[in-house]
């Protein structure tokens, strides 16, 4: 019998080696497969972009007055500035005064007045001299002063000189009138012209798109509720040909 199972291991042993070894798990195969990938969630809107700003409308109000700005400069870069700012007005000045198409208010009347003949509309007509028109200081309705030139003329610019720029914020309408009588607004609303600190008279220029009609007339209307302070009108000019 023991001869028997002697015969019989060597033959059990073969069998069992001849089996194939199986194959060593690769570390890939070893680790668990990935979870299937959520379904990709869209990408995040983009942010919506800051809207551009709208494109300015063409400003049809007065021009704005220059500024000189002296921030960071030494004492006498200081005061050469400010020497170039009063020479730049003089030269601004001087180019509105001898403006060949050009003309100056000739006769002038007022809904209210200051201080009688010492603040008389007569007073807001020729050129520049130091003696201005003031109205009533009131804060009630409005205030206007009409001016009429002697040659009717396709407008293209009104000029009103105001006296160290007072009561300047006030002024909400400028008005021509054709040789019909009839009133056309050139501009209204709220001015943010800032008093021309570089000379005596602050400028008030409006541009205006040259008329169709011949404008003999102008009338400067002040708002009395924006400011109660008189305004003083030096001078009044139109530019047409």
């Known amino acids: 019998m023991k001869t028997k199972y002697a015969l019989l291991l060597p033959a059990l042993l073969l069998a069992a080696c001849a089996k194939k070894a199986p194959a060593p798990v690769?570390?890939?195969e070893a680790a668990p497969a990935p979870a299937a990938a959520a379904a990709t969630a869209p990408a995040p809107a983009p942010?919506?972009?800051a809207p551009a700003p709208a494109a300015a409308a063409a400003s049809n109000g007065p021009l704005q007055t220059p500024q000189v700005n002296t921030e960071n400069l030494s004492d006498e870069q200081k005061e050469m500035a400010k020497r170039q700012a009063k020479l730049d007005y003089s030269n601004m000045e001087d180019g509105y005064i001898n403006d060949a198409n050009g003309q100056w208010a000739k006769t002038a009347s007022a809904t209210s007045e200051y201080g009688g003949s010492t603040y008389e509309p007569a007073n807001a007509t020729g050129k520049v001299d130091g003696k201005s028109y003031a109205t009533k200081g009131s804060d009630v309705g409005f205030d206007s002063l009409e001016v009429t030139f002697e040659k009717p003329v396709n407008a293209?610019?009104?000029?009103v000189a105001i006296s160290d720029g007072y009561g300047l914020e006030g002024i909400t309408k400028l008005e021509l009138q054709d040789t019909d009588g009839k009133w056309n607004t050139v501009w209204s609303g709220v001015n943010m012209?800032?008093?021309d600190k570089r000379g005596a008279r602050t400028w008030l220029v409006q541009p205006i798109e040259k008329t169709a009609y011949k404008a003999k007339a102008a009338r400067i209307t002040k708002s009395n509720n924006i400011t109660t302070d008189r305004l003083?009108?030096?001078a009044?000019?139109?530019?047409?040909?």
């Open 193 to 195: 012209v800032k008093a």
């Open 47 to 49: 942010a919506p972009a």
């Open 156 to 159: 293209t610019q009104l000029r």
């Open 236 to 241: 009044v000019q139109l530019i047409g040909s």
């Open 232 to 234: 003083y009108i030096d």
């Open 26 to 28: 690769t570390a890939a």
